[in-house]
């Protein structure tokens, strides 16, 4: 997430009420989480295992729980509580805003574009040319979508990011400040969930189609043509690369990425980054090959119990 203004690194640390160390004018631009951190951008770090990969990111301003030694080029925000604070950047910069009519004001809506009733259109929301947005879509804040895209009926675009801080007391929600992006040529089946970006946008590229109730979690990208039938799963931070067919109820973890043209099987619980190019199926997801062998090792073992049986 950029500001629409560059900031400093004293008017940041004003804004959350926390110390920092390095030049008082130093640039920031934005926020971001790791993955998708740039120069100029903020990354929140809370425990010591992952100083390290935040000190070493491309942020060059690292909001952390320690006064660390703050590497060259780069400046610290030091705060009792990280997580808290990130979010208070998210709320003053990037603030909710509610709506009181069905399609906002602000929104951009393009020629041949056709809205069915009981559609809400969120702010600043973006919709191309020859788009068919079909009765009870919810679009929220933000969100773009290229030209001739296909919306169908009860599909949500940009709910809030499932990502929560386990804390003694509580779940604490971290709040989400990007958006959902769905490029031209697109298909949404119906009661479809994206979630946004936590600080970026969770992403559909051009000539995908998706079927009904699939859910998208927060920040995942998925490449050009793909295929994604019903019931799918897809958690956060995942990236499926291009002309990827998955079929209906797979599931796949967080932060993993699948391969160009690879082909996931029904039902398959796909927990590990995949190769392009192969098939797969199972629980967890392996190789086609690999798995009917070891399907067919399985199938043996009765046969080999009956046979040391005999031997005794």
Not at 204 to 222: F, R, S
Not at 297 to 305: A, F, M, T, V, W
């Amino acid at each position: 997430m950029k500001f629409s203004t560059p900031q400093t690194l004293e008017n940041i640390a004003k804004i959350i009420d926390c110390d920092y160390v390095g030049n008082a004018e130093f640039s920031v631009l934005g926020m971001n989480e790791i993955h998708v951190v740039e120069e100029g951008d903020i990354v929140f770090v809370d425990h010591p295992k992952y100083y390290n990969k935040a000190l070493e990111s491309a942020a060059t301003i690292i909001l952390i729980n320690k006064k660390v030694d703050c590497p060259d080029g780069k400046a610290l925000l030091v705060s009792d509580d990280p997580f808290r604070d990130f979010n208070k950047l998210t709320n003053h910069f990037n603030p909710f805003i509610s709506s009181s009519v069905a399609i906002s004001e602000t929104a951009i809506i393009g020629k041949n574009t056709i809205i069915q009733p009981n559609v809400f259109i969120g702010n600043n929301v973006k919709i191309g040319n020859d788009c068919l947005i079909h009765a009870n879509v919810t679009i929220y804040d933000n969100t773009i979508i290229g030209n001739n895209v296909t919306i169908h009926s009860g599909t949500i675009l940009g709910a809030d990011a499932f990502y929560y801080k386990n804390r003694p007391e509580n779940y604490d929600k971290l709040i989400s400040g990007g958006n959902v992006v769905i490029e031209d040529h697109v298909d949404l089946g119906a009661l479809c969930t994206i979630d946004k970006g936590v600080t970026a946008s969770t992403t559909i590229k051009e000539g995908t189609k998706i079927d009904n109730q699939v859910h998208i979690g927060h920040d995942t990208i998925i490449g050009k043509r793909c295929l994604i039938a019903s019931q799918v799963g897809i958690s956060g931070c995942v990236v499926i690369k291009d002309f990827v067919t998955i079929w209906g109820q797979a599931g796949l973890t967080s932060g993993i990425t699948i391969g160009e043209k690879a082909v996931i099987s029904a039902k398959s619980g796909v927990s590990k980054s995949l190769e392009g190019h192969k098939s797969y199926f199972g629980i967890p997801a392996d190789d086609f090959r690999k798995k009917y062998k070891e399907i067919a090792s399985i199938r043996l073992i009765p046969e080999l119990i009956e046979k040391i049986d005999q031997l005794k």
